[in-house]
Nanobody, 117 residues
């Protein structure tokens, strides 16, 4: 079955950097679009960035210029490099992908990112 395992979260000061990793298994990784979401306390889960199977990238406005999504198909891993972190980036970050037929979403367990002011 599909498994997504995130790592790389932690505590960092404002202005610092972190690189999150998501190792995927149980799917032909290179064929799948991959996404990072985040969920802050008391808020809904929100999309952060997407990388397509063709390595085209999309970012939400808050992530543009600070975050970079990338993938290594040989390692079945997607990354999220986060720079210039702010306290409002504090959240649990989740890796996601999906099947269309039948429709199904796959999620990792999440990794906590805490940015101190």
């Amino acid at each position: 079955q599909v498994q997504l395992v995130e790592s790389g979260g932690g505590l960092v000061q404002t202005g610092g950097s972190l690189r999150l990793s998501c190792a995927a298994s149980g799917l032909p990784f290179s064929a799948y679009n991959m996404r990072w979401f985040r969920q802050a306390p008391g808020k809904s889960r929100e999309l952060v960035a997407t990388i397509t199977s063709s390595k085209i990238t999309f970012y939400e406005d808050f992530a543009k210029g600070r975050f970079t999504i990338s993938r290594d198909n040989a390692k079945s891993t997607v990354y999220l490099q986060m720079n210039s972190l702010k306290p409002e980036d504090t959240a649990v970050y989740y890796c996601n992908t999906n099947d269309l037929y039948p429709p199904q979403d796959y999620w990792g367990q999440g990794t906590q990112v805490t940015v101190s002011s």
